[in-house]
């Protein structure tokens, strides 16, 4: 049964820094592109990052650049979102997925989603 569940959101303090997790079960998560999506309230969901399978980045939000950072432990089957200088504007729910197609970025639509955490930037 494939599986994505998300960890490590929390609240934070503007300037803050979190490390977000995806664990993957049911398939090998590094034959495949992995990608990080948010939503903040009363917005849609947006793309924030992807990595595929070979360690490429893309990033799909200008507004994180510089800020976020994904990686990848393939030894772990997971999938991390590194996220630094935390604004207001930064809280969402954050979500991982993957559609078990394709080795590169981006990730198509259909695919598989954990349930999200919440970060919250607040002071």
């Known amino acids: 049964q494939v599986q994505l569940v998300e960890s490590g959101g929390g609240m934070v303090q503007p300037g803050g820094s979190l490390r977000l997790s995806c664990a993957a079960s049911?398939?090998?998560?590094?034959?495949?592109?992995i990608g990080w999506f948010r939503q903040a309230p009363g917005k849609q969901r947006e793309g924030v990052i992807c990595?595929?399978?070979?360690?490429?980045?893309?990033y799909y939000t200008d507004s994180v650049k510089g800020r976020f950072t994904i990686s990848r432990d393939n030894a772990k089957n997971t999938v991390y979102l590194e996220m630094n200088s935390l604004k207001p504007e930064d809280t969402a729910i954050y979500y991982c997925?993957?559609?078990?197609?394709?080795?590169?970025?981006?990730?198509?639509?259909?695919?598989?989603w954990g349930q999200g955490t919440q970060v919250t930037v607040s002071s």
């Open positions: 049911g398939f090998t998560l590094d034959y495949y592109a």
């Open positions: 990595i595929s399978s070979s360690g490429g980045r893309t």
């Open positions: 997925t993957t559609d078990l197609r394709y080795r590169s970025c981006p990730v198509r639509p259909g695919g598989y």
